[in-house]
């Protein structure tokens, strides 16, 4: 693993960098988890396009991989532009381009493991900037949670005015 690859039996750690991401959960064995893209895929943007209708997405999917779900239901339900959901999608990491827009509970862990939710050796390691995140997840058909990222506090702002930071993540 000196290269930072995944080899078959690995076992990792929170915090530990994998393919260039970073990783922030584990499961029970230890050997598969989620990771974070190590920097932002924008400044800010918004979580749906400009210009699209107030509608739901029905991403009310939470928890561990749940946001693959929701990022492809943005996608299916707004098409193309450059928002949230589709900027991760479209990230590329050493090759490697399945990223997705996290679930709220996923964002919320990642903030709590490798942001400023978290204290000792892994404080801030992700280097998320001061702010608001954007997760997956709709709260009306107008507004979708955000997580401050020094706070670890959720809060839903405007989807389609509101333009804030996002954070790509993958399975492994």
């Not at 260039?20 to 190590?38: C, N, Q, T, V």
């Not at 999608?89 to 997705?100: C, P, S, V």
């Not at 702010?131 to 997956?136: A, D, L, P, R």
Request: charged fraction near 25%; charge should be negative; include cysteine.
């Amino acid at each position: 693993m000196a290269n930072g690859t995944a080899a078959a039996g690995a076992k990792y750690k929170i915090g530990e960098q994998l393919d260039g991401g970073i990783i922030f959960y584990l499961d029970k064995s230890g050997e598969h988890g989620l990771m974070a893209a190590p920097v932002d895929p924008v400044e800010r943007t918004a979580w749906c396009p400009n210009k699209s209708p107030n509608v739901l997405a029905m991403t009310v999917r939470d928890g561990i991989g749940m946001g693959r779900y929701n990022t492809e239901k943005i996608i299916d339900k707004y098409g193309s532009g450059d928002y949230a959901a589709i900027l991760c999608a479209r990230y590329q990491l050493n090759g490697i381009g399945d990223w997705y827009l996290p679930s709220l509970y996923e964002l919320e862990l990642m903030i709590k493991t490798i942001g400023n939710g978290t204290s000792g050796p892994n404080r801030n390691i992700g280097k998320f900037s001061e702010g608001y995140y954007w997760s997956s997840n709709e709260e009306s058909d107008s507004e979708a949670f955000v997580v401050i990222s020094n706070n670890g506090a959720r809060m839903d702002l405007m989807k389609r005015s509101a333009e804030e930071r996002v954070r790509a993540i993958r399975a492994f």
